[in-house]
């Protein structure tokens, strides 16, 4: 049986560690830099919005499909916003065809949490008829190449893809929802950009390769919002973090995140 | 030749990636065609590895079973090492612990000691240089230009080893490690990415001499170095 995940080499893990231990990274980035991140906005015909973004060579493309639908029970006033991620087997050679593994299940709870919880979209305005008939948005994100830091990726497109999407116009005539054919822009309020940070012997490193994350021993992502508020996050692997890494964790991903929400705000062609 | 080029119609032995149509030879993969007497074999351009019986593979250890070592040998297939290649016949898994050996992620260089395609290639470390990888720096190459990396008897490999004063262990799937002071694997790693992105051109010898440093000549025994083999 071939692995189910990524296999470092010792000797490959010994020499990032070293290379660490003297404040370097084995691609040469510095410890809270980026890798390049590249957005392509309306790459879905079909769509109502979508995104291709590369950050380094992970490769991530999201789409939203906005319709009408019937609430939750416990939420009849507000519109639905569901995002949904997968793996897709041709993404990495190790990994298999099948239902999303827990990982996969991980990734988009992950993403959904951090735009739910920023506000980023105002569900309470999605109503069509309170109880009855709201708005719903999907987001489907596909995974086409894994190198790493899988999460800040798909938020990434899923938050490009949301800001370039329109809705139809619906309208409620005699209890019947129409469709008028119009077009109306997303009522979106806030951009939220989720950072991921790994913790590998002791050293934080910002947007780890799939490499660094094979050898680390803890991971946070932390999401924040435009006034540089942390509204989300999440820490994963068994290892921790000293709450005097948990403040820097959180400082790299305010400073970092103006600048990616800046660009992802330019790509998307957002004021 | 691209599939389905005829290389030569006649009375020949249809080899390497070579089918036989009446009396045709037609090529199954892009690549360059060779005649040597009778044997007709195409020597592909690009491929995934395709283990052999007898080559020199580096193995990275995947899993470590009861009875032996299962190693990613970046191919569709993958590498056993059965425990009693390693502990010798009296092997047991309840006296012998594997994970002293090997464990996940360990390099070894390995020889395919058996492959009939039928079960996973057999792997052995017995034999002269062969065992564990302790250190050095991975590089990945097209499995199919390792040919030219060694060159006509060893001649490229031992060129870049001398100048770049590395110990480099090359395994036919593709990878490659090498291991000494940093200026010289950082000249060596060069070598090996030049080599992969200009296998197919002429005067190779000649590009990866002036890279290194190396006094320009021709190599000994001119002629196409295509067919190069340890």
């Known amino acids: 049986m071939p692995a189910k995940s990524f296999v470092v080499e010792t000797i490959k893990r010994n020499q990032i560690v070293e290379l660490l231990s003297k404040g370097k990274r084995s691609d040469g980035r510095g410890l809270s830099e980026l890798r390049k991140l590249e957005i392509k906005t309306h790459v879905i015909e079909k769509a109502n919005g979508s995104a291709m973004v590369k950050l380094g060579n992970t490769e991530v493309l999201a789409g939203v499909k906005i319709d009408k639908g019937t609430p939750f029970p416990d939420t009849p006033n507000k519109g639905l916003l569901i995002v949904g991620a997968e793996v897709l087997p041709m993404a990495a050679s190790y990994l298999e065809a099948g239902p999303p593994d827990e990982s996969a299940i991980e990734l988009a709870r992950v993403v959904d949490r951090g735009v739910r919880e920023s506000e980023m979209i105002d569900v ?50 005699n209890d019947v929802v129409k469709n008028t054919g119009e077009k109306m822009p997303l009522p979106v309020h806030k951009v939220p950009i989720s950072v991921t940070i790994a913790n590998i012997n002791n050293t934080l490193v910002l947007d780890p390769t799939e490499e660094e994350e094979a050898i680390m021993d803890a991971r946070i992502t932390l999401d924040t919002d435009d006034d540089g508020n942390l509204c989300a996050g999440q820490k994963g692997e068994p290892g921790s973090f000293t709450p005097e890494q948990i403040i820097t964790a959180a400082e790299w991903s305010i400073a970092r995140g103006k600048e990616i929400r800046q660009q992802i705000k330019e790509a998307a062609g957002h004021a | 030749m691209i599939p389905g080029d005829v290389i030569v119609t ?221």
């Open chain 1, 124 to 173: 309470s305005s999605l109503v069509i008829k309170e109880g009855k008939w709201v708005y719903s948005v999907f987001v489907d994100v596909n995974i086409l190449n894994v190198d790493g830091n899988l999460f800040d990726a798909t938020s990434y497109a899923v938050v490009s893809a949301l800001l370039t999407a329109w809705m139809p116009k619906f309208v409620l005539e």
């Open chain 2, 10 to 230: 006649g009375d020949y032995r249809p080899g390497m990636y070579v089918q036989r149509r009446g009396s045709d030879m037609v090529a199954l993969r892009v690549g360059l065609a060779e005649i040597v007497r009778n044997d007709v074999k195409v020597i592909p351009l690009s491929g995934a590895y395709i283990p052999r019986a007898e080559d020199m593979v580096v193995g990275k250890v995947v899993n470590v079973t009861g009875y032996g070592w299962e190693a990613d040998i970046n191919s569709c297939f993958v590498g056993y090492l059965p425990g009693q290649f390693v502990f010798g016949r009296d092997f047991s898994p309840s006296t012998h612990d594997l994970t002293t050996r090997f464990t996940v992620g360990d390099l070894m260089l390995a020889k395919i000691e058996a492959f009939d395609r039928t079960r996973d290639p057999q792997l052995s470390i017995r034999g002269p240089g062969l065992g564990k990888i302790p250190q050095g720096e991975i590089v990945k190459m097209t499995p199919m230009k390792i040919p030219r990396l060694i060159g006509r008897k060893g001649y490229m490999i031992n060129m870049i080893a001398e100048f770049s004063a590395c110990e480099i262990k090359v395994g036919q799937n593709g990878v490659v490690v090498v291991d000494g002071p940093a200026e010289g694997v950082r000249k060596a790693v060069q070598a090996i990415e030049l080599i992969e992105q200009e296998a197919h051109t002429a005067d190779l010898t000649t590009k990866v001499q002036q890279l290194l440093g190396a006094p320009v000549g021709p190599a000994p025994a001119a002629g196409p170095e295509n067919s190069g083999e340890q």
